[in-house]
């Protein structure tokens, strides 16, 4: 089971959100904190990353709530992930979801690949009504197909299966 660090860089982040982390399965374990890790900072000279905070530390996870000039709202790889929150951002599942996205990109998982891999973790009625829900001219990337996708892969990295 990886274990992470987990910073809210507020008090404020931290009691907001500490409360949903049981949304994250507990394959994965965290011991939460309040502050800021140690960070180190993407390409100054890429607008998606620009002024972007990423962890130093092995197994560390770091939730913010700066602004930045980066258009990035998380990154996760090497055992580590940042995760950005937003004045407009309202649903604090979908935060959660993001964390959750993040600390499977820190694992090794592909976790920008649902729709690329739906046929890999969705069971025959899901693929019927993923297929509905497309066909209706709605988007699949909603907190429902997520967490399903998550939780699958969240299964695989349980099971030891390496990345992409």
Do not use: C
């Amino acid at each position: 089971m990886p274990h992470f660090d987990l910073f809210f860089k507020t008090e404020e982040l931290r009691r907001r959100l500490e409360p949903h982390l049981r949304l994250i399965p507990p394959f994965f374990e965290f011991t939460v904190r309040t502050g800021t890790p140690e960070v180190r900072y993407f390409d100054q000279k890429d607008p998606m990353w620009k002024g972007f905070p990423f962890p130093v530390p092995d197994r560390t996870v770091y939730v913010f709530d700066d602004a930045i000039p980066a258009r990035a709202l998380g990154g996760g790889m090497q055992n580590r992930a940042s995760i950005r929150v937003t004045r407009e951002d309202r649903d604090d599942e979908a935060l959660i979801l993001r964390i959750w996205h993040e600390i499977l990109h820190a694992v090794g998982q592909p976790a920008d690949d649902m729709a690329k891999r739906a046929g890999e973790w969705q069971n025959m009625s899901e693929r019927v009504m993923w297929a509905a829900w497309q066909s209706l001219s709605r988007p699949v990337d909603v907190p429902f197909w997520h967490r399903k996708f998550y939780e699958w892969l969240t299964e695989r990295a349980a099971a030891g299966a390496g990345g992409r």
